[in-house]
T-cell receptor, first 113, second 114 residues
Framework: GENVEQHPSTLSVQEGDSAVIKCTYS??????FPWYKQELGKGPQLIID?????GEKKDQRIAVTLNKTAKHFSLHITETQPEDSAVYFC????????????FGKGTHLIIQP | NAGVTQTPKFRVLKTGQSMTLLCAQD?????MYWYRQDPGMGLRLIHY???????AKGEVPDGYNVSRLKKQNFLLGLESAAPSQTSVYFC?????????????FGPGTRLTVL
């Protein structure tokens, strides 16, 4: 099955700086790569996703890049703000189908004032 | 729309007791999922359903059963709870195929097994 590795587990950045979280996956059939943000006591919420026919996608301060050859994808957050503090999860769909997502173990992003 | 709702929000069980977690969605989604979240482990898929009356096993199905009798509901059962099942359980739903992969998550159920 699919295996998703996520780094780092904790990331502390100064407010206004950029943050980058990286993930690798193992199943070459995976074609959907979402990123979720989870705030304390809440369920994960989709913030951006990318499909395998696209190399990069941007939505205001967040962007995701995908390298299918190397099987890795990254989340970039620019001009970080205090409300960006949360746990971020990358994921990949298993076997290319919609039969569930395989998640990375999460990155705790801390924005220092 | 309420989105995805989960009942109950919290529960404490003793080893060997049984319980059912209820997930409901009002988005007419075909696909529904149950995940568990443990510290440092991310979310792991327990069971999922691709439509009313169908269920399938995920990554960690042992000790759990599920049913999807109605399209909008997905039930997760623990027949004989064990301390290893202490976790936060999340339900999710999606349209399913093609470009509609986005999964919408509920607020979670925190379960403690003593």
């Amino acid at each position: 099955g699919e295996n998703v590795e996520q780094h780092p587990s904790t990331l502390s950045v100064q407010e206004g700086d950029s943050a980058v979280i990286k993930c690798t996956y193992s199943d070459s059939a995976s074609n959907y790569f979402p990123w979720y943000k989870q705030e304390l006591g809440k369920g994960p919420q989709l913030i951006i996703d990318i499909r395998s026919n696209v190399g990069e996608k941007k939505d205001q301060r967040i962007a995701v890049t995908l390298n299918k050859t190397a099987k890795h994808f990254s989340l970039h957050i620019t001009e970080t703000q205090p409300e960006d503090s949360a746990v971020y999860f990358c994921a990949a769909n298993s076997g290319g189908g919609a039969d569930g997502l395989t998640f990375g173990k999460g990155t705790h992003l801390i924005i220092q004032p | 729309n309420a989105g995805v709702t989960q009942t109950p929000k919290f529960r404490v069980l003793k080893t060997g007791q049984s319980m059912t977690l209820l997930c409901a969605q009002d988005m007419n989604h075909e696909y529904m999922y149950w995940y568990r979240q443990d510290p440092g482990m991310g979310l792991r898929l327990i069971h999922y359903s691709v439509g009313e009356g169908t269920t399938a096993k995920g990554e960690v199905p042992d000790g759990y059963n599920v049913s999807r009798l109605k399209k909008q509901n997905f039930l997760l059962g623990l027949e004989s709870a064990a301390p290893s099942q202490t976790s936060v359980y999340f339900c999710a739903s999606s349209y399913g195929q093609g470009e509609f992969y986005e999964q919408f998550f509920g607020p979670g159920t925190r379960l403690t097994v003593l």
